[in-house]
């Protein structure tokens, strides 16, 4: 399976007011872009969020979630929330608005020429 289309659905739904959303297909998932900048994305049975790396000690009470890795390197800023704890709408809500409210202090990625 390449990535739970319910849950990207669930993400679209709360995205879709937003002026500048992009979808792009990579790393195996669908990644939401937020003005040119990676937002969140869902990985297989999972949500992929960028969020202020400050906030993580903050975080430790929430269950289902994860630092994301890329073989054995901690990806900063970058978490994993399971599908499980996102079956509530608030819950959505709660770490979709987190990642959207550190999209604007985001680094966006360099533009690689054609």
């Known amino acids: 399976m ?9 993400v679209r739904e709360k995205l879709m007011l937003l002026p500048d959303v992009e979808e792009k297909e990579m790393f195996g998932g669908l990644v939401f872009m937020v003005n040119d900048k990676m937002c969140i994305g869902v990985m297989k049975e999972k949500l ?12 430790a009470s929430q269950d289902g979630w994860e630092q994301m890795m890329m073989s054995k390197t901690v990806m900063k800023g970058y978490i994993l929330v399971s599908e499980d704890v996102l079956n509530r709408k ?5 770490w979709v ?11 966006a990625s360099k533009k690689r020429k054609s």
């Open 2 to 10: 390449r990535y739970n289309e319910i849950l990207a659905n669930r």
């Open 48 to 59: 992929m969020l960028r969020i202020n790396p400050g906030i993580l000690p903050s975080l």
């Open 90 to 94: 608030d819950e959505l809500s709660f």
């Open 97 to 107: 608005d987190m990642a959207l409210a550190f999209n604007p202090f985001a680094k």
